[in-house]
């Protein structure tokens, strides 16, 4: 006797903040890669821009450069032409080989900084920046039509062999771009010692190649492909970066560069070891701006990132914006205001002078000139540096918690947050009490204020049962005790 299982629905695709990710086998299959890749086609096709082509790029993780094949295979079924990166590369390159090249699009197969078990699906806009609510619309409206239905592709060797596909190497152009507004030569010249973590990613190999063939020695750990990304998740912060602090500490290097598994996000350390957390960097990456390149634009900052941002731009006249999480949020924005830096809470940042996208490996270069450009100013090393920073910024003592609910559980969580936080907010947190309360304009949480300028965020998830907590406080003790709070807050205690 034979059991027929019973067919499974289509996968619901949601995209996010920046892109759609799921598991590897589960969600995230071949069949559905092309349900997101005939999505992007029905873009290109509607505006009528087959002949711009659509750029594709992959990073590490387990047959992700299958992946995008089979997405390509779906675009170039629709008549357009196809860039395929020729090796895993980092997500931002996808974003300048847009621009460089006049593509209707871009397509990354990443899941940034997520388990190894994962992958993903990325869009980029015509500009380089994450695709917006434009492009994500015509996506989900042709994804709540395609689950089940058969989606036409050309084999990508034909498709090759009639001249519709190109491979790329971005590493000279991307090269020769950076040039315009960095001066990679005098960071060669350094007498310096820097140690580089890519974690495994798509970002091995390229500060490395960048500053190679000067004073500088850069040492560079975990280039090896690795989609198991050595047990941890590939996000640059603590613990996963724990390894390379520990090397910090105890092997004399001056200053530690991070990457996360695309490469897209940054992380820094100074020659002790300590963890220059990502607040603190989106506030150096703007102070370097405006002290030592003597820029003025706009910045425009996450909801859920820094107050040394608002501070820095009242002592510079630089004007700064806040918007929703996600940069598919910030890169429209910036765009919008001539904004000369885009920063999120998680590590990403992006430049006006560069490109409207996350560029982990650019802000990783800027960092080190800016510590270079504090040592010749005597303020070295880059701890002494951070300190100076801070008597100029304030204080920003900050940390992230994630609080998992029992699924069952999770749809009262969010309506306790959601409904009952916005009908009677807290008076108090942490024995202070509350100054201000914003509901978030994306509608899944509330940001408090309390009377130091302390803040706590909290954000519920619309994919799984979690809730983010996030603060930044004038001291460790006051950061501990709000996210104690923020906890009591989200499990009604």
Known sequence: MTLASEAPAPTTIVFGTDGWRARIADEFT???????????????????EQAKGVVIAYDRRFASE??????????????IPVA????????QMSSYEVIERGAAAGIVITA????????G???????????????LGVIEARLAENGGAAIARRPFADAEAAGLVERFDPFEGYQRFVRRTVDIDALKAADVHVLVDPMWGAGSGW??????????????IHQERNPYFGGVNPEPIRPNIDEALGMLARDGFDLGLLLDGDADRAGAADERGTFIHQLQVTGLLMYYLAEHRGWRDPVVVSVNNTSMAARLGEKYGIATYETPVGFKNIGPKMIETGAMMGAEESGGFGFGMHLPERDGIYADLLLLDLFLRERAAGRWPVSR???????IAGPSFYRRIDVHIDRPLYPETKRRLLVDLRQQAPAELAGQPVTRTLPLETGDGFKFWVGDGSWLLVRTSGTEPLVRIYTEATSGATREAMLVAGEQLVRGS
């Open 30 to 48: 071949f069949d559905n890669v092309r349900r997101c890749a005939d999505g992007v086609a029905q873009y290109v096709v509607d505006r009528g």
């Open 121 to 135: 699906f990325k869009v980029k806009a015509p500009t380089g920046a994450a695709a917006g609510a434009e492009i």
């Open 66 to 79: 299958h992946f995008a094949q089979a997405a390509g295979e779906v675009i170039l079924a629709r008549d």
């Open 112 to 119: 940034s900084h997520n388990p190894w078990v994962d992958n």
């Open 84 to 91: 395929f990166a020729v090796h895993a590369v980092p997500t």
């Open 385 to 391: 540096a951070i300190e100076r920073f801070h008597e």
């Open 207 to 220: 500060l490395s190649r960048l500053l190679s063939g000067g004073r500088i020695r850069v040492t560079e």
